[in-house]
């Protein structure tokens, strides 16, 4: 079951976007599954359920953390995570720097934009971003490597409302690529979910994190 509709769902994406299995609360065996079908990205939401799975995975596991990140969180992932999705301040961006020089490697991450009419989501402004990005204490984090942006779309039916955040995001995603920097390198745009992830791919999504699609919704 997990097999087949991480292979259709790879089909659809037809190498225009990769696919994160977001696996958090999901028991290491069903990511085992996942891993036996061929996926090798996983999100997990919080720091402690990934550095416990960790561990149990191969090596060759990609781990995303794609939930709101704690400064005084980031050195328990800081040896293995592969991307990390949601910062959202320049103090984050600064200890994750320093939890990856500790490591001996660079850590590549995405600005979270707030692109929801949800108060309840995290995220930059599209200004806040464009700061963060041009502000010049950025030059002296050498162990990070800002890669792109992240957003989280509206909880709606409304298909057009979450076409047009996305088609936003993406527009910010062109802006802020063409600025040039040393730890600067757009590559990846993180957006889509089990519910909108093909207006995403269709917006310019590079990166879909699909969970209860895979799992079945979460208990």
Same mark, same amino acid.
């Given at each position: 079951m997990i097999a087949d509709t991480i292979r259709q769902i790879e089909t659809e994406l037809a190498g225009r976007a990769q696919l994160i299995a977001v696996t958090k609360t999901k028991p290491v065996e069903l990511l085992r599954e996942a891993y036996e079908a061929g996926c090798r990205m996983f999100g997990e939401n919080k720091v402690q359920e990934m550095a416990e799975k960790q561990p149990q995975l191969p090596a060759d596991v990609a781990w995303h953390l794609i939930g709101h990140l704690q400064t005084n969180k980031v050195k328990y992932i800081a040896p293995f995570v592969a991307l990390i999705h949601s910062v959202d301040s320049l103090k984050l961006l600064q200890e994750i720097n320093k939890q990856a020089a500790k490591q001996n490697r660079v850590i590549d991450c995405l600005l979270q934009i707030y692109i929801a009419d949800e108060e309840t989501k995290f995220g930059l402004s599209a200004d806040e971003a464009e700061g963060l990005i041009n502000d010049p204490t950025l030059e002296n984090l050498l162990s990070i490597r800002i890669v792109g942006l992240m957003g989280l779309a509206t +909880?709606?039916? +409304? @298909? @057009?409302?979450? &076409?047009? @955040?996305? &088609?936003?995001?993406?527009?910010?995603?062109?802006?802020?690529?063409?600025? @040039?920097?040393? +730890?600067?390198n757009f590559s990846e745009l993180s957006m889509g979910m089990s519910g909108d992830y093909r207006i995403a791919v269709d917006e310019g999504s590079t990166l879909v994190r699909v969970g209860s699609a895979i799992f079945g919704s979460r208990t």
């Open positions: +909880n709606t039916d +409304n @298909e @057009e409302q979450i &076409r047009a @955040e996305f &088609r936003g995001l993406k527009q910010l995603y062109d802006k802020l690529g063409a600025i @040039e920097g040393a +730890n600067l």
